[in-house]
Nanobody, 125 residues
Framework: QVQLVESGGGLVQAGESLSLSCAAS????????MAWFRQAPGKERELVAA???????YYTDSAKGRFTISRDDAKNTVYLQMNSLKPGDTAVYYC???????????????????WGQGTQVTVSP
């Protein structure tokens, strides 16, 4: 059974940093894309950052220059380093692992895969 377990969320002030981790178990994802999504109250879930099996990265515009996604395939773990946090970053952050191998299409992420339980990130002004 595949499980994704996120950690690292919390409450910070604007301008501070947080680092999220997502540890996967049950299968290896070294040949699959992994990603971070977030959902703020009253809004749809959105893709924040993704990293493909080739280690290519994608960021939503609001995350560019502030967030960094990385992966450690030996630990089957994906990370999201978030710097210069803003109140607009407040959301529940979800880890996603693609069930499809060798998929280079970031636009397909969010379906056909596995989700973590979510971790709350709150940024105060």
């Amino acid at each position: 059974q595949v499980q994704l377990v996120e950690s690292g969320g919390g409450l910070v002030q604007a301008g501070e940093s947080l680092s999220l981790s997502c540890a996967a178990s049950g299968r290896t994802f070294k040949t699959s894309a992994m990603a971070w999504f977030r959902q703020a109250p009253g809004k749809e879930r959105e893709l924040v950052a993704a990293i493909t099996w080739r280690d290519s990265t994608y960021y939503t515009d609001s995350a560019k220059g502030r967030f960094t996604i990385s992966r450690d395939d030996a630990k089957n773990t994906v990370y999201l380093q978030m710097n210069s946090l803003k109140p607009g970053d407040t959301a529940v952050y979800y880890c996603f692992a693609d069930a499809t191998e060798f998929n280079d299409y970031v636009s397909t992420l969010g379906t056909g895969g596995y989700w973590g339980q979510g971790t709350q990130v709150t940024v105060s002004p």
